[in-house]
């Protein structure tokens, strides 16, 4: 199992999508899910707002431009119905009048239209970081997990080389995990953890 995958089933970040292009949401839905956010999309803005009130969702993003409705307005009632989440607000070619708007209604940053991938991550991470989530990014849960592995190593007083062989692993591949410069597998960690004598859940407890 990869690192996205092992993201996906620790770190849930509930993200809502309200725009009515089919296709930006189709595409901010896989930039997303394969970074595991848990998201979902809606073209449909009230709908959406709907869907908030149901559920917490720590982030949504929301098109400014929508043909039946004010975005802005929009923002407003999410902000209402869920005030725990963080708003984006979209838009192509935003105006001065609406972007104070939509900070008024509760709206977080503005990604301007058309979205590019990096741009949006970066959003969503500033406003993780807020709210004291940590990031998402590959190269960083590595450096994290990497870390928690080497305090239980060294809480159960064992060494590189001691856990190494029992999990039948080299001490240099151990080491580039502890140091976060290398991703492992779930059987990898469930060999270390089992060395340990810990549960691989115990593991993500602190991620």
């Known amino acids: 199992m990869d690192n996205a995958l092992l993201m996906r089933d620790r770190i849930h970040v509930r993200t809502l999508v309200i725009d009515d292009d089919e296709a930006v949401c189709r595409r901010v839905f896989g930039w997303l899910d394969a970074e595991a956010y848990e998201v979902v999309t809606f073209t449909d803005p009230w709908a959406g707002v709907e869907r908030a009130a149901q559920g917490s969702y720590e982030l949504a993003l929301v098109d400014l431009r929508l043909p039946d409705?004010?975005?802005?307005?929009?923002?407003?009632?999410l902000r209402e119905t869920s005030p725990r989440t963080r708003v984006v607000a979209m838009s192509a070619f935003p105006e001065a009048?609406?972007?104070?708007?939509?900070?008024?209604?509760?709206a977080r940053d503005l990604i301007e239209?058309?979205?590019?991938?990096?741009?949006?991550?970066?959003?969503?991470?500033?406003?993780?970081?807020?709210?004291?989530i940590p990031a998402r990014g590959e190269e960083q849960f590595n450096r994290r997990l990497g870390a928690r592995l080497r305090r239980l190593r060294r809480d159960a007083r064992r060494t590189q080389?001691?856990?190494?062989?029992?999990?039948?692993?080299?001490?240099?591949?151990?080491?580039?995990?502890?140091?976060?410069?290398?991703?492992?597998?779930?059987?990898?960690?469930a060999r270390i953890s089992g060395t340990l004598h810990i549960t691989l859940s115990s593991v993500f407890e602190e991620l």
């Not at 239209?113 to 990096?118: A, D, E, L, R, V």
């Not at 991550?121 to 807020?130: I, P, Y």
């Not at 062989?165 to 502890?178: D, F, N, R, V, Y």
């Open 69 to 77: 409705a004010d975005g802005v307005d929009v923002i407003a009632r």
């Open 97 to 106: 009048d609406q972007v104070r708007r939509a900070i008024r209604a509760g």
């Open 113 to 132: 239209k058309p979205i590019k991938q990096s741009a949006l991550l970066r959003a969503l991470e500033r406003q993780l970081a807020e709210i004291g």
């Open 161 to 189: 080389r001691e856990v190494a062989e029992a999990a039948g692993i080299t001490p240099a591949q151990l080491s580039q995990i502890e140091l976060g410069k290398t991703a492992t597998t779930t059987w990898t960690l």
